[in-house]
C-alpha cells in the first residue's frame, strides 16, 4: 500500500508486476474441488482475505503465507524462520491467531482471513497499529504485523489483564530487536481503545 | 517439501480408507506435520485433511462418568473450558504450558499426543545416524549434544525425549484413547498407546494403518480436582520443558489415599511412574515421603552426558508438584 501511496517504483512492485492476481467478486467459497476428491497437482481455491474473495490456483504444498504473500502481493505478513517459531506470520483465520507458514492454504480456504493490510479502516489506523506507533514498540519492524495481529487476538481472547498475561500471551512473537516492554506498553493502551468484543 | 497430493475427507471411513494405502498421513493443525515435511523428515505422498470430521470430534463434554475430548478439537480451547478447569486442573495446565496461543489455536489434541521428538538429530536429515528416521543408522545423540534427551525408557538405539505435556496428564489420570480404524473401533489404554524405544525406536506408537485418534476419556475420580501440571523450562514461556510433573492426589485427613504421578520432558515417552505412587499410598503427604518418591520415579534413569542434570532436576520437580498439589483447596 505504501508502495502507492508514494507513487515511485519500487523493488517490489517492480518484481511482482504481471504476477498480481485481481480479486474477484465470487459468490462461492472454499475448495473449488469436490470434496473428498484428491487433489495432485494445482489446486483451484477461494481464499477470503480482508473481507475480498480471490481466486488462486495453488500447488497443494502451498502454505497460506506464501499464497498471501507471493500470490497476492499481500507482503504485510512475514516469512521469519517458516517453521512455526518466531510468529512473524502470524494472520487471523475465522478471528483467531494462527501460523499462516504452517497453514497450507488449501486448509484456509473458504475461512476469513484477516492479514496487517485488512486492520486499518481507510486511513484510520487501527488502536493497536497507532499504539505501537505511539509507544515505539518496534524497532526494524520485521517482526511488527505478527506482533500487531497477534495483539489484537491477546486482547479479543481477554487475555490481555495484567502485564505478565500480555508476556505470557504475546510470547508466540519474537522480537529480535527487544522491543518487548513497549510492546507491553501498546497492547495495554490499545485494549481501552479497542472496545467491547 | 517433496510433491504431495492433497485430499480432504468428510467422514471416518473415508479417512481410514485414505489412511491406509502406502503414503498417505493425516493432517489436523498440521504444526507437527507442515514442520516436518518442510524439514524433509516426514515424507508424504498424500495428505489427508480431516479438519471436517471437527463437528463430529471437536467437542469436550463432561459428566459423572468423566471427561470426554474428541481429538480434533483445539488446544487453546480445551485449556480455558470450564469443566477442564474446575475438575481436571492438571490437563488445562498442561495444554496453557504448552507452545505458544497461535500453536495452541491450530493444534489438534489428537496430533498434539503424536507430535515428533524434538531431537535435533532426528530434525536435521544432514545427520545420516538416526535409528528413528532410518532404522538400523545409528544414533547421532549417544555421543552427540544430548543435553535435552531423555534419562527414562531410553534403550541402546535412541534416547530421544517425548517432547509433549498434555500426554503426561491423560496418563496420570488413567485416560482412554478412542480409535477409530479399518477394522471399526477399538478404545486403548492412553499409557499403552506410546511405544518404548527398545530395539525398534522408529515405531513410536500402537496404532495400526489407517487408524485414527477420534476421542480421549478421562474417568472421572476423586483425585482429579487435586491435579496440576508444573513445567520446568529454560526460558519462562513457549518451550519444552527440562522436566515437568503431573500429579493428582486424594488426601484423607492429610494421609495419601491415591497418588498419581506422570513425568515428562525426561522420558522416552509420557511417563507413568506406578512404583513411586505405590510408595505415597496410606502416608501422611511430607517432604521426605515426596522426596522418597521422587526417587523411585528415577530409580533407573540413564544419562548421557550433557543430560547428568536431568535425574536431580527431574526429583525435584516431583517434590515441589506433590507438594503443591497437597497445599490445594481441592
Not at chain 2, 547428568?308 to 503443591?324: I, N, Y
Request: proline share 5%; glycine share 10%; hydrophobic share 45%.
Amino acid at each position: 500500500m505504501a508502495d502507492e501511496i508514494q507513487g515511485g517504483v519500487s523493488r517490489r512492485n517492480l518484481l511482482r508486476a504481471g504476477g498480481v492476481t485481481a480479486a474477484l467478486p465470487l459468490a462461492a467459497a472454499g475448495v473449488e474441488e469436490v470434496q473428498a476428491k484428491t487433489s495432485a497437482g494445482p489446486m483451484g481455491l477461494v481464499l477470503k482475505v480482508n473481507g475480498r474473495d480471490h481466486r488462486v490456483t495453488v500447488d497443494p504444498r502451498t502454505s497460506l503465507l506464501d499464497a498471501l504473500r507471493e500470490r497476492l502481493g499481500l507482503t504485510g505478513s512475514k516469512k521469519g524462520c517458516d517453521q512455526g517459531q518466531c510468529g512473524a506470520c502470524t494472520v487471523l483465520v475465522d478471528g483467531r491467531r494462527v501460523l499462516s507458514c504452517l497453514t497450507l492454504a488449501a486448509v484456509a480456504a473458504g475461512r476469513e482471513i484477516t492479514t496487517i493490510e485488512g486492520l486499518a479502516k481507510g486511513d484510520q489506523l487501527h488502536p493497536m497499529q497507532q499504539a505501537f506507533l505511539d509507544h515505539d514498540a518496534f524497532q526494524c519492524g520485521f517482526c511488527t504485523p505478527g506482533q500487531i495481529l497477534s495483539a489484537v487476538a491477546c486482547v479479543q481472547e481477554g487475555h490481555a489483564r495484567s502485564d505478565d498475561q500480555i508476556r505470557e500471551y504475546m510470547s508466540g512473537n519474537l522480537c529480535r530487536c527487544a522491543a518487548y516492554p513497549n510492546i507491553v506498553a501498546a497492547v495495554k493502551q490499545a485494549k481501552g481503545q479497542m472496545g467491547p468484543v | 517439501m517433496r510433491p504431495f497430493a492433497y485430499q480432504r475427507v468428510t467422514n471416518e471411513a473415508q479417512a481410514v480408507k485414505a489412511a491406509s494405502a502406502p503414503g498417505g498421513v493425516f493432517l489436523a493443525g498440521g504444526t507437527t506435520l507442515i514442520d516436518l515435511a518442510k524439514l524433509d523428515v516426514i515424507r508424504p505422498e498424500r495428505v489427508i485433511d480431516i479438519n471436517p470430521l471437527q463437528g463430529r470430534h471437536g467437542g469436550v463434554s463432561a459428566d459423572a462418568a468423566g471427561l470426554r475430548l474428541g481429538a480434533l478439537a483445539r488446544m487453546s480451547d480445551v485449556a480455558e473450558h470450564p469443566a477442564v478447569l474446575r475438575d481436571y486442573p492438571v490437563i488445562a495446565q498442561s495444554l496453557s504450558l504448552a507452545a505458544s496461543q497461535q500453536l495452541r489455536n491450530m493444534a489438534s489434541l489428537g496430533g498434539n499426543v503424536l507430535q515428533r521428538t524434538r531431537c535435533s538429530y532426528f530434525r536435521d536429515v544432514t545427520w545420516t545416524a538416526c535409528n528413528k528416521r532410518n532404522p538400523g543408522s545409528g544414533c547421532a545423540a549417544m555421543g552427540g549434544n544430548n543435553r535435552n534427551h531423555a534419562v527414562l525408557g531410553v534403550s541402546d538405539q535412541c534416547i530421544a525425549s517425548y517432547p509433549g505435556d498434555f500426554a503426561q496428564a491423560l496418563t496420570a489420570l488413567d485416560a482412554m484413547v478412542e480409535l477409530y480404524g479399518p477394522g471399526g473401533a477399538r478404545v486403548l489404554p492412553f499409557d499403552q498407546l506410546h511405544a518404548l524405544p527398545d530395539a525398534a525406536p522408529h515405531v513410536e506408537t500402537a496404532l495400526r494403518p489407517g487408524e485414527l485418534i477420534t476421542g480421549f476419556h478421562v474417568p472421572s475420580a476423586p483425585w482429579a480436582r487435586r491435579s496440576l501440571y508444573l513445567k520446568v523450562r529454560d526460558r519462562a514461556s513457549y518451550e519444552f520443558a527440562a522436566a515437568s510433573a503431573a500429579v493428582a492426589l486424594e488426601l484423607k485427613d492429610g494421609v495419601v489415599g491415591q497418588a498419581r504421578i506422570a513425568v515428562g520432558g525426561v522420558a522416552a515417552k509420557p511417563w507413568r511412574a506406578r512404583e513411586a505412587e505405590a510408595l505415597l499410598i496410606g502416608k501422611p503427604l511430607t517432604e521426605a515421603s515426596a522426596q522418597a518418591a521422587a526417587q523411585a520415579v528415577f530409580a533407573g534413569a540413564r544419562t548421557h552426558g550433557h543430560n547428568d542434570f536431568k535425574p536431580e532436576l527431574g526429583r525435584r520437580t516431583v517434590v515441589r508438584a506433590l507438594l503443591q498439589a497437597a497445599a490445594m483447596e481441592a
